[in-house]
T-cell receptor, first 110, second 113 residues
């Protein structure tokens, strides 16, 4: 898996958009970008994933740059319940082996 | 659909003992992966089972082992427990094909005294 780099922590005001960046400059052509989050002491929760195109679901939007070297996860209207550690993962395994980095600790403040 | 379940949720053991953790995947999922999470090392992949066969293995000593049953339920075993094995053990299930989203259980928190 390509190495990903994320800021250690970020703050966001409740109700505002949270934009979480991820750098994956060595990503290969067949590696997808996955985002998971982990709320304190719970199991990680899948958010979204994509290969080249931008993706949107009920939880978030994923913007991948044209050269695929970086991406941004957007939580459009952050709530206090979005406070969590967010992990960006580049993955192309034939099996299911996710390589987690340190993630970004997002703190949503009232 | 019921999510991934793990039992027990909490466990206290002493050094030298062995422990078995259980994971029931989402119905229809054939792949079960196990992860260890500690404050120092973060989330690390242990192994993955698919159709009762270990398909991938992380960099952990042989004291860590697992198996999968025909109904896709999986167990992991840690023998000769060490203090450093204290961790949150997570399992995740997926359909098992390439690039499938993994769904995690709540984890088993193991404390080794």
């Amino acid at each position: 898996d390509a190495k990903t780099t994320q800021p250690t922590s970020m703050d966001c005001a409740e109700g505002r958009a949270a934009n979480l960046p991820c750098n994956h400059s060595t990503i290969s052509g067949n590696e997808y970008v996955y985002w998971y989050r982990q709320i304190h002491s719970q199991g990680p929760q899948y958010i979204i994933h994509g290969l080249k195109n931008n993706e949107t679901n009920e939880m978030a939007s994923l913007i991948i740059t044209e050269d695929r070297k970086s991406s941004t996860l957007i939580l459009p209207h952050a709530t206090l319940r979005d406070t969590a550690v967010y992990y960006c993962i580049a993955n192309n395994n034939a099996g299911n082996m996710l390589t987690f980095g340190g993630g970004t600790r997002l703190m949503v403040k009232p | 659909k019921a999510g991934v379940t793990q039992t027990p949720r909490y466990l206290i053991k002493t050094r030298g003992q062995q422990v078995t953790l259980s994971c029931s995947p989402i119905s229809g999922h054939r792949s079960v992966s196990w992860y260890q999470q500690t404050p120092g090392q973060g989330l690390q992949f242990l192994f993955e089972y698919f159709s009762e066969t270990q398909r991938n293995k992380g960099n952990f000593p042989g004291r860590f082992s697992g198996r999968q049953f025909s109904n896709s339920r999986s167990e992991m075993n840690v023998s000769t427990l060490e203090l450093g094995d204290s961790a949150l053990y997570l399992c995740a299930s997926s359909l098992g094909t390439n690039q499938e989203t993994q769904y995690f259980g709540p984890g088993t928190r193991l404390l080794v005294l």
